[in-house]
């Protein structure tokens, strides 16, 4: 079995009501991929509603199944929703939230106890990559934030540059295809189906510079920020995903 693709799409704090014609267009292109939007929490359950073949997921859940946690959201209730994924780990988040490894091992243990797929965020920082410790930061990130019982069916991983969110800065083509081997020679050690967990590439995905990012090896899909908010500029990320 190789990765499933995947076409991921993150709103973050973007969206509203009216948006959910961007959907219907999304769903009408009519990909074999895998294709997903994140919209915020109060968008979900609209979104699920009129979705078609586009799966719907959130941005975050707690690491808890219940409880006294005002303003959070469990994983059991994104599942009961009709969700079928959830990022832990955006750098937003960890940068936002302070939220460590440890915190986004534990949310993505509660997503999987769901029944969600978790996808799981790291990234180094610019100052990271100059100081040359990308590849250490990474494969810490990975190790603190990939629970037990991760699988392929389970678990996606996205390499998500800090610095190349939202600026339109991408690293080269080698720097990504280093990193992603990484991960893919770290999960093949770890996991029994390591070989098979899709690892996505995140930071100024755009149309234009799409295709020669899925044509690097263990590049199994996208997440995209600003380039997924608009059909006209989804659409023809993933129809190179496709
Ligand atoms: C993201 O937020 O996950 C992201 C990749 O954003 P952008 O595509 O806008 O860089």
Redesign the pocket.
């Known amino acids: 079995m190789a990765p499933r693709k995947l076409a991921a799409g ?1 709103w ?1 704090m973007n969206g509203d009501l009216a948006a959910l014609d961007q959907i219907a267009m999304i769903g009408d292109a009519g990909a074999s991929c895998d294709v997903l939007i994140c919209p915020p929490a109060p968008l979900l359950v609209p979104m699920i509603a009129g979705a078609g073949p586009v799966k719907i997921g959130a941005q975050d859940c707690h690491a808890e199944d219940a409880g006294a946690h005002t303003g959070d959201i469990s994983a059991v209730l994104l599942r009961d929703l009709g969700a079928s994924h959830v990022i832990v780990g ?1 750098s937003e988040r960890r940068a936002d939230h302070a939220e460590t490894d440890a915190m986004v091992c534990a949310k993505a243990a509660a997503a999987h106890r769901a029944g969600l797929v978790a996808i799981i965020c790291l990234g180094e920082t610019e100052a990271e990559r100059d100081d040359g410790r990308t590849l250490d930061v990474i494969a810490t990130q990975l190790a603190g934030s990939l629970p037990e019982g991760a699988t392929a069916a389970n678990s996606v991983i996205a390499y ?1 540059p800090v610095w ?3 600026t339109g800065r991408t690293p080269s083509l080698d720097q990504i295809a280093e990193v992603h081997a990484l991960l893919r020679d770290r999960l093949v050690a770890r996991l029994a189906d390591g070989a098979d967990v899709a690892l996505l590439y ?4 755009k149309p234009g510079n799409a295709t020669e990012i899925f044509a690097v090896p263990h590049v199994d899909g996208a ?5 997924s908010l608009k059909a006209a500029d989804f659409i023809p990320i993933i129809a190179a995903l496709d």
């Open positions: 993150n973050k955006h998500e190349a969110i939202g995140g930071g100024s995905v997440l995209v920020g600003g380039a």
